[in-house]
């Protein structure tokens, strides 16, 4: 199975389960800790989903949305590091 669509999946499953601890969603999705992990961190780091204490949950959609606007656009002065807002460093 690609990666994308393994991230779909467990995207799927946790839009209609909710918020769930990580080993309910390796026995849910019938996949292996190996595939589910790093999926996990992919869609972390898409900022589609929050992995906080054992248990994933989907992010709302502005947040999704302000977060992702403010990662991929280079004009803005703030950017959002682990849910803080910080200015950025004009020395990068």
């Not at 995207?11 to 309910?24: R, S, Y």
């Not at 906080?52 to 803005?76: A, K």
Request: hydrophobic share 40%; with cysteine; net charge negative.
């Amino acid at each position: 199975m690609r990666d994308e669509d393994l991230d779909w999946c467990l995207f799927a499953l946790l839009e209609q389960a909710g918020d769930l601890p990580v080993a309910t969603l390796i026995s849910r999705s019938g996949l292996a800790a190996e595939q589910v992990i790093p999926s996990i961190e992919r869609l972390t780091n898409l900022h589609l989903v929050e992995h906080v204490d054992g248990v994933v949950h989907l992010i709302p959609v502005g947040r999704m949305r302000l977060e992702n606007f403010c990662r991929y656009s280079n004009d803005l002065p703030v950017t959002i590091e682990n849910g803080v807002i910080r200015v950025k460093d004009e020395r990068r």
